[in-house]
């Protein structure tokens, strides 16, 4: 359960991440940010982010509250949120995808070619040799903190690295919700994390819950000047955001 651990992990973050971006990442790696915490590609247009105000949309049930109610400049999410009835239609600013949605499929590419989304990929083993098409707003980001709650926590770190003075977040909601199939984006999806296969939810909620306070006082170390707002669910996990 440790928040730094990652399966690729070797040595010093700099190095093995700078390595890493640039061999899965060949076309989007040529202008990397690198510092003891974070490696991104450095894209056009992020440094419009600073001081702004933005909305991270997750897939856990709240995001389908009223959260486009609220004043906010800039909106990003993740994975599948292209499927669901209250993002798909909207412009999604930045969205990072892990290692399960078809980015070759043809919703995935029609949402991307009419709203023209920052798109992110962290490192992963599915991208070794992957063949990336010319589609000029991929880029590529990694966070030494890796912790087991999915890349949300790590959009989190990211948004308060590139400047956001304030950020709301919701469809956050914990494994509760997890553990009932009550999902935004896939509906049913009950797909937790490996190192937590097999454990009940007593025991999943309980690491959960020590990975968040680890992550919310780790990012208010080192960006205190960055204000989060939940408006969704899993209160608990969200204390001291």
Wanted: glycine letters at 8%; a positive charge; charged letters at 25%.
């Amino acid at each position: 359960m440790n928040p730094f651990e990652h399966h690729r992990t070797r040595g010093k973050f700099e190095e093995w991440s700078t390595t890493d971006c640039k061999n899965q990442f060949p076309l989007f790696s040529n202008q990397l940010v690198t510092t003891p915490e974070i490696i991104y590609q450095n894209m056009d247009g992020f440094d419009k982010y600073r001081n702004n105000t933005l909305m991270i949309v997750g897939g856990g049930p709240s995001a389908n509250n009223d959260w486009e109610l609220r004043e906010y400049d800039c909106l990003w999410s993740i994975n599948h949120f292209f499927k669901n009835e209250k993002l798909k239609n909207k412009k999604v600013d930045l969205a990072m995808i892990m290692g399960e949605p078809n980015i070759n499929s043809t919703e995935f590419i029609d949402y991307r070619e009419k709203h023209k989304p920052y798109i992110g990929f962290e490192i992963h083993d599915r991208w070794t040799s992957y063949k990336f098409d010319n589609y000029k707003n991929y880029f590529c980001m990694h966070t030494r903190f890796y912790g087991r709650l999915g890349a949300g926590a790590r959009m989190k770190i990211f948004a308060a690295h590139l400047g956001f003075n304030k950020v709301f977040f919701t469809g956050f909601d914990g494994p509760e919700a997890i553990f009932e199939g009550n999902h935004a984006f896939e509906p049913g999806k009950k797909t937790l994390p490996g190192v937590f296969q097999n454990m009940n939810l007593q025991n999943v909620s309980y690491f959960w819950k020590k990975q968040y306070d680890y992550l919310w006082n780790y990012i208010h170390t080192l960006y205190p000047n960055t204000k989060f707002i939940n408006i969704g669910g899993g209160e608990k996990y969200h204390e001291k955001a």
